[in-house]
């Protein structure tokens, strides 16, 4: 089964710590995590360059591009998105209501979202305290059943009940760990949504891939749930075999 990680930026546009980091860096952090494939993601700023992320994606086959798009420039973004994932080969839309100042639940990422679900993608929705609150992201997801999301953070540590009760109304809802590298609390998700509905990101690399994996490692899960957290459902949501 493999491992994927489903959220590592790249740091072109925003240097972590100072130090942008290559594919050669990323690959070797993937690997002292033991993780297979890498979703690469521009950093949080309102204008991601994914022209350049699918550019430096392209020839290395452990990364895949994922999609960060600002809705308020409108048909713009759309059009983005649909060059995106049938040009630049980008299966997953990221969303981060709070880094571009609207609320996820409101009308400006609708359009977006349409394309989104005409394109049969997976959805990666931040979540948090403000504009995208766990109860918000079930909005969209009310709206849109059909469209696979992962609510990256699982609310945070405030937030983290009230994303349990909505992955459990919400099938199509699936809870991401980046930064969430408390062990009791992803076990506390896992245990009330399943094994299945959990998927593994390290929000590297500000959180070294190996020390968020060990996050997972130490919950003793069992072989299979913990093959399904740390990749086997990404596999599925993502289609890779």
Request: charged residues 20%; glycine residues 10%.
């Amino acid at each position: 089964m493999k491992r994927i990680d489903f959220e590592y930026y790249w740091t072109e546009q925003q240097p972590v710590d100072g130090k942008i980091y290559g594919i050669k860096e990323i690959l070797e952090d993937a690997d002292l995590g033991g993780i297979d494939l890498v979703a690469l993601i521009a950093g949080p700023i309102t204008n991601p360059n994914n022209c350049g992320l699918a550019e430096f994606v392209k020839d290395e086959p452990r990364l895949i591009g994922c999609c960060q798009i600002n809705p308020l420039f409108g048909q713009a973004a759309v059009e983005e998105l649909e060059t995106a994932a049938t040009q630049w080969g980008m299966p997953i839309l990221k969303l981060m209501s709070v880094a571009c100042n609207y609320p996820i639940y409101g009308q400006a990422p609708l359009p977006v979202l349409d394309k989104a679900r005409e394109l049969g993608l997976l959805v990666n929705i931040h979540s948090g305290a403000y504009l995208s609150t766990p109860a918000q992201v079930g909005l969209v997801a009310a709206r849109y059943p059909e469209l696979p999301i992962i609510m990256e953070h699982m609310g945070y540590r405030d937030g983290l009940g009230e994303a349990i009760e909505v992955a459990k109304v919400f099938p199509n809802v699936h809870l991401g760990t980046n930064t969430v590298a408390e062990p009791l609390m992803i076990k506390q998700a896992v245990q009330e949504v399943g094994p299945e509905r959990v998927c593994f990101a390290s929000n590297g690399p500000g959180v070294p891939m190996d020390f968020a994996v060990e996050s997972i490692r130490r919950l003793n899960l069992g072989e299979e749930a913990e093959g399904l957290v740390l990749g086997g459902n990404l596999a599925r949501l993502l289609g890779i075999e």
